[in-house]
Structures are given as structure tokens and as C-alpha cells.
């Protein structure tokens, strides 16, 4: 249960900090999206592509990069898969992803992909794959771009482009601010443009995407988190339980002795509180040892542990424990010191 | 006059109500005084069993009262009935009672580390007990390791950990050979005779008559002499 719990943690943590990585490394002042749009990860936005030209005219803007975001499929030798398809300017910092391998895309027929998506359908460097009928060679290799349901992909804003059919349209414009400019005051200024245009520090931004992630994910995990605890705690009581009724005898003498019901009590609760330690040190070490194997056979999982995942994991298998020992104790109670005068 | 450890007033015990009432114990009044040693006989069913049972606070009575060192054992809550077990009253029962998963040691040390003595205290009172009862050298053995003798001479030991006042004896000879048998009436006389403790004993041996200060017969619940 607890290996359950330490999964299910680690596998949150991992999808909040690599599916929002690459908003999270952008390094730029602001973002400018359709009005009503709020995030990058689970929103439509569509902007025309003079905005950029507005706002590269505000006094402040250093630099405005266009990028053009949508949701394809791409066949790979290995079967067809789902892409975040990401298009900008090569050669725009703004906008290019992480790299763990290999280069940015520099030219058209290029792309980028996360490295998931590329361990998942067997593709490397050198590679090709189709998207609507277009071929691209893999330049390399990215993180910070997986967001479990769907992977990240970067491709030239022109190839994005031809791939939409819409030449005036973008999805997001990155503005970078000339320095010493503050990002609200760049903000402001773009809110006063109007047009139908919204805009957003690159903080903003990263908490709206973190917690658009919470609202989707964090009542999931923490459902599939109390019942795994539930679980835990039936199969802790039903043990448990079944070793009061076992060792009745006993604990019938042990009353008889001069035992108090609170000394048996906090015994029962000793036995499920040391259950339950060896097996969260079962679990912690079966994680530790399962968890670097995972992404090989199941490569979009992100797993990362933290002191507060492993806290939370163990703050549930005590509530199993305590939990998990009321039954037995109930069960302990209606045994009567009497009882050893039975044959 | 030292009053009794063990006094029983026109104690009864009845299970069940209305027309499924069985009265197994009806006003039985009995003191047991220090250094003596009573055998309480009967048949099966005469309430014998019962009649220890609240004796040693195990059952609570339906009428009467029991004393136990002067504390009047229905005024007591569930932890002062544990307390007064565990420092007033040793058991001593047929089938030895000892817990299988502890060795000899530790059943004997089970009583005096529930009275909150420290362990090194505790395991040199159990073994001191042990070698007085010539079992030192099986010590760290289990329960199922040894005789039936010896195994009620380790619930002998235990009962006596906490050095009680009152010790209560349930057919201790019943599960035992001759000789062994010998040897526990022995220990049990000795025990009120030699230490000064109240010891009520019940049973069917008819052996036992001849170590016993008074001998009290029960039927139907109740003494018939």
C-alpha cells in the first residue's frame, strides 16, 4: 500500500514539474494569449498575427516571439502517436525546449521531441516521422516536455503554418522585456492595447498552469491516495484481527493477570503502528529499487519523490495503522478474563 | 485480629433472565484467612469454578460482596479490578495457562513487568523463583517443552511473581500425575502455611484433603457443610 501510495505521490510531482516544465523555463517577462485563455496546458488560444506587431511596438518590449500550438497526430514506425505540436521562429530562445540530445530544430521537414515520446515509439536522432502527409527528421531530443497524457513536440512556426492551413494565426506570443523593465508594468501595457488579447507575467502564467494541473489531477490522486489507505487499513485490521482472535487465549490470561485494557490496547496499537513501519520501509525501498526501471517500460511516466511525497505516503500508513486497529481492539475488549476457566 | 484477605458475604451469581435464569452461585458467605489454605470440592457443576471466579474479581457478582485486603472489588473500575489481580491475587489453572510464545522466564517475569518493574529486576525475581522451584535450568525453554508438572510449577512461579496475598487455585491437579500432583499441593501448602498467603483452592482431588486447613463442600451452588 504504502509502494501504492510512494508511486502515486512521486508519479503527481513528476507530471506537475514535467508537464509544466517548459512553461516553467521560459525566459521571457510575459505571455500574451486569446482573451479568456489563462494557460498553455488545457486551453485553446488564437491570436492574429498583427498583435505581434502591436506589441513589439510597445515602449519596453525587447523582443516578441510567435508560437503556434496544436494537437496532432504523428506516425512513427512503432504505431501512431499524440502530440502537443509546438511551432516558432528557429533560432528563437524565446521558444525552443531543453534539450537532453541533439539540436534545435533549425529548418523546415525538422522537429523536435520529448524524450519520452521517443523512448515510447523507439525513435532517435536521424529518425523520421509522418505528420499529415509532411516527413520530419528528428533533430533531437527534449524534457521538461512530457505531460503524461500527451507529449510536447517543436517543429518551425512555417511548418506549423502549412500544418494548421491559417497563415495570420498563433496561439501564444512570448514577450521579452528590455531590462530593468518591470513584467507587470509590460503587462499592463498589453492589457491596454485591447483587441481581445490577455497577458500574463511568466510567474502568473506558471501558477496558472500549476494549478490548472491541481484542479485536473489532485482530486484523482487524492481519491485513488484514500482509498488505497482504506484498503491498507481493511487488510491491516483484518490481520490483526484475525491475530487477537488467534492468541484470544492469551490475551483472556493476560487480563486475568492484572493486564489493563489500555496496556493491551496500546499493544494491538504497537503491533499495527510496527506492521505498518516495516512495511513503509518495505515500500520505500521496493520504490527506490522499481522506480528507475519504470520509464523503460513505461517511458511517459515522471516519477519524482520528495521529502514531501514520502511524508505524505507515511502520514497515510498511519492513518491506516490507526484505523486499521480499531476493529482488533473492539474484538480485544469483549475478551473477559474468565475466559481461562474454559477447557 | 488481622481481618481476611478474601472475604465473601452471601455472594451469588446468576446468568440469564427471567425464565432462562440459572443462579450457579447462591449466597455463599466465606473468609479465607492469612497462611491458611482452603479446599473448596464438589461436583462438576456445583459452581465451584464460579464461586473462584469472583472470588479473584475475574466475574463480577449478581448479589453479596467480595473483599479482597479490605477493598470491596464491586466498588472498582475495570482498572482497579486489573490492579488488584495483579498485586492482590495469583492464579493458579488447570490447564496451566502459560503463554506459548514467551519462554519460562518470561511468562514468570509477565506480571512483575505488567506491575511496571524495570526488566533487570524482574528477570532476577523470575529466575529467583525458578530456581526455588527447581526449574532454573529449563528456564529458556518454552511451555510445550516441558512435563505438565513442571509446566504448573512455571503457573505457580508466575502467580507468586508479584508475591499476592490471595492465591487462587483452580483444579491445579487435575491435568497432573501422582507425583506431580505431590509436588504442586506441596507448593500451594507451602505457599499459605510457610508464606502467609490466603489460598483457596478448587478442586476434585481428594489428595488435597489432607494438606487443607478447612474443606468446603459446594452443591447446587451452594456450601452444604
Not at chain 1, 504504502?2 to 512521486?10: D, H, K, R, Y
Not at chain 1, 509544466?20 to 494569449?33: F, H, Q, T
Request: proline share 5%; aromatic share 6%; hydrophobic share 50%.
Amino acid at each position: 500500500m504504502v509502494l501504492l501510495l510512494l508511486f502515486l505521490g512521486a508519479m503527481y510531482q513528476g507530471l506537475r514539474s514535467e508537464s509544466n516544465g517548459y512553461v516553467r523555463e521560459r525566459p521571457v517577462s510575459a505571455w500574451v494569449a486569446q482573451d479568456n485563455t489563462n494557460n498553455f496546458l488545457r486551453s485553446s488560444s488564437y491570436l492574429r498575427t498583427w498583435h505581434r506587431d502591436s506589441i513589439a511596438a510597445l515602449p519596453g518590449v525587447a523582443r516578441v516571439t510567435p508560437m503556434l500550438r496544436l494537437v496532432t497526430t504523428a506516425e512513427t514506425p512503432m504505431g501512431a502517436g499524440t502530440l502537443f505540436l509546438i511551432g516558432y521562429p528557429p533560432g528563437a530562445a524565446a521558444a525552443e525546449p531543453h534539450l537532453v540530445a541533439g539540436r534545435q530544430v533549425a529548418d523546415s521537414g525538422e522537429i523536435v521531441l520529448d524524450r519520452a515520446f521517443a523512448r515510447k515509439y523507439r525513435l532517435v536522432i536521424g529518425d523520421t516521422l509522418r505528420i499529415q502527409r509532411h516527413e520530419y527528421r528528428v533533430t533531437g531530443l527534449s524534457s521538461g516536455t512530457n505531460a503524461v497524457m500527451v507529449q510536447f513536440a517543436f517543429i518551425s512556426l512555417a511548418d506549423a503554418v502549412a500544418l494548421v492551413g491559417f497563415r495570420s494565426i498563433v496561439s501564444f506570443l512570448l514577450v521579452e522585456g528590455i531590462p530593468g523593465v518591470p513584467a507587470d508594468s509590460l503587462v499592463a501595457r498589453v492589457r491596454r492595447l485591447g483587441g481581445r488579447v490577455n497577458a500574463f507575467t511568466q510567474d502568473q502564467f506558471v501558477a496558472n498552469n500549476q494549478a490548472e494541473l491541481q484542479a485536473g489531477l489532485l482530486p484523482v490522486v487524492a481519491a485513488v491516495d484514500v482509498f488505497t489507505a482504506l484498503v491498507g487499513a481493511m487488510v491491516l485490521a483484518l490481520l490483526l484481527y484475525s491475530a487477537v482472535s488467534e492468541r484470544r487465549e492469551d490475551y483472556a490470561v493476560l487480563k486475568a493477570l492484572g493486564a489493563r485494557n489500555s496496556t493491551l490496547r496500546s499493544s494491538v496499537l504497537k503491533q499495527a503502528l510496527l506492521a505498518t513501519a516495516m512495511g513503509s520501509a518495505a515500500g520505500l525501498c521496493t520504490y527506490l529499487a522499481l522506480a528507475p526501471l519504470a520509464p523503460r517500460f513505461v517511458p511517459q511516466i515522471a516519477l519524482a519523490l520528495s521529502p514531501m511525497v514520502v511524508g505524505q505516503a507515511l502520514g497515510f500508513a498511519l492513518a491506516m495503522a490507526l484505523v486499521g486497529a480499531i476493529l482488533p481492539i473492539v474484538r480485544l475488549e469483549r475478551v473477559y478474563p474468565a475466559e481461562v476457566f474454559r477447557a | 485480629m488481622i481481618p481476611a484477605p478474601l472475604v465473601l458475604q452471601d455472594v451469588g451469581r446468576s446468568f440469564g433472565e427471567g425464565d432462562q435464569k440459572v443462579e450457579a452461585v447462591r449466597g455463599v458467605s466465606l473468609s479465607v484467612a492469612a497462611g491458611e489454605l482452603v479446599l473448596v470440592m464438589g461436583p462438576s457443576g456445583s459452581g465451584k469454578t464460579t464461586l473462584l471466579s469472583m472470588a479473584g474479581s475475574l466475574l463480577p457478582h449478581t448479589s453479596g460482596l467480595v473483599t479482597v485486603v479490605g477493598q470491596r472489588i464491586d466498588q472498582l473500575t475495570s482498572d482497579g479490578l486489573a490492579d488488584i489481580r495483579l498485586r492482590t491475587i495469583g492464579f493458579v489453572f488447570q490447564a496451566f495457562r502459560l503463554i506459548d510464545a514467551l519462554s519460562v522466564e518470561e511468562n514468570v517475569e509477565l506480571p512483575l513487568n505488567l506491575a511496571g518493574n524495570r526488566r533487570p529486576k524482574s528477570r532476577e525475581r523470575a529466575r529467583a523463583l525458578l530456581e526455588m522451584f527447581g526449574l532454573g535450568p529449563r528456564r529458556a525453554l518454552h511451555p510445550h517443552a516441558l512435563s505438565g508438572g513442571e509446566q504448573q510449577r512455571v503457573a505457580i512461579a508466575r502467580a507468586l511473581a508479584n508475591d499476592p496475598a490471595v492465591l487462587l487455585a483452580d483444579e491445579p491437579t487435575g491435568n497432573l500425575g501422582a507425583r506431580a500432583g505431590a509436588e504442586v499441593i506441596r507448593l500451594l501448602h507451602d505457599s499459605a502455611h510457610q508464606r502467609g498467603r490466603a489460598v483457596m483452592v478448587v478442586s476434585h482431588d481428594a489428595r488435597l484433603r489432607g494438606y487443607a486447613d478447612r474443606v468446603i463442600t459446594m452443591e447446587d451452588g451452594v456450601i452444604r457443610d
